[in-house]
T-cell receptor
């Protein structure tokens, strides 16, 4: 089946520790995105990547880092510098082909991170 | 600059009655518009999208939305609500692949028995 997988579904971390969230897609999509979701705030963009070995900061990149070494993988690291990391994290991907560009995004099931 | 406003944070309707979730946008150029649905602790699923074709867009699960340029609106409707429609709904706007994708803050739909 084609789709996006995120792991783990639930993640607990002690304060001061870095943690990496996995995101893999087999849709052959060029673009991948990381969002953070907090109650009542919708989705906020952390980082996005439109091509391998390149990525851009989103609206709330501070305290996070990413890599894009392979087209199908876009892991997110939540560092100890992120002051309030407890949230639901969503990964998405989209194709950059088509006229007009529709930017329809396909989402993974999410990872809920809790800092203890 | 692009923006999107979902006018209601919560909407409650009785099962079997119509659903209306409101979305207004602002965009300098012709936008692409989307509605996504999110069930608790799940990812988002695309309901429907508008990309400059027909202004009345039909989506999955009986939902539809009408693009009204004069009103800068893209409201989501369904003739008859079902209990399984209880979820959070997001309106999204984007202009082209180089621009950011802007999410509304979401509308939580409650279905009353």
């Amino acid at each position: 089946d084609g789709g996006i997988t995120q792991s783990p579904k639930y993640l607990f971390r002690k304060e001061g520790q870095n943690v990496t969230l996995s995101c893999e897609q087999n849709l052959n999509h060029d673009a991948m995105y990381w969002y953070r979701q907090d109650p009542g705030q919708g989705l906020r963009l952390i980082y996005y990547s439109q091509i391998v070995n390149d990525f851009q900061k989103g609206d709330i990149a501070e305290g996070y880092s990413v890599s894009r070494e392979k087209k199908e993988s876009f892991p997110l690291t939540v560092t100890s510098a992120q002051k309030n990391p407890t949230a639901f994290y969503l990964c998405a991907s989209s194709t950059l082909a088509g006229v007009p560009i529709s930017n329809e995004q396909f989402f993974g099931p999410g990872t809920r991170l809790t800092v203890l | 600059a692009q923006s999107v406003t979902q006018l209601d944070s919560h909407v409650s309707v009785s099962e079997g009655t119509p659903v209306l979730l409101r979305c207004n946008y602002s965009s300098s150029y012709s936008p692409s518009l989307f509605w996504y649905v999110q069930h608790p602790n799940k990812g988002l699923q695309l309901l429907l999208k508008y990309t400059s074709a027909a202004t009345l867009v039909k989506g999955i699960n009986g939902f539809e939305a009408e693009f009204k340029k004069s009103e800068t609106s893209f409201h989501l409707t369904k003739p008859s609500a079902h209990m399984s429609d209880a979820a959070e709904y997001f309106c999204v706007v984007t202009m082209n692949r180089d621009d950011k994708i802007i999410f509304g803050k979401g509308t939580r739909l409650h279905i009353l028995p």
